[in-house]
């Protein structure tokens, strides 16, 4: 290994130690946005009034496979829906 290679190396491990606080909190906020995301998607089921239903419609079955991730996340261990059984 030459000298380049071991500067390299270090300044990656240094930019990795100082950013992983924030991409740690990015990550973190991103997977609350979509909690709020998917229980605006699935409130009507929930037995919530949905101001959004119609727009909703065409993107439930791109959600569908992250429903179980998600109510499992939540805290649920079955579906809270009867109409999806993930589980």
């Not at 190396?9 to 906020?29: K, P, Q, S, Y």
């Amino acid at each position: 290994m030459d000298f380049g290679e071991i500067r390299k190396n270090l300044a990656d491990v240094l930019r990795g130690m100082a950013l992983a606080g924030h991409h740690r909190r990015l990550r973190a906020d991103a997977m609350e946005l979509e909690d709020y995301f998917f229980l605006l998607c699935y409130m009507d089921m929930l037995g919530l009034p949905n101001p959004a239903l119609v727009y909703l419609l065409d993107i439930y079955p791109y959600v569908a496979e992250e429903f179980h991730l998600w109510h499992r996340r939540m805290g649920m261990d079955r579906s809270p829906l009867g109409t999806i059984g993930c589980c």
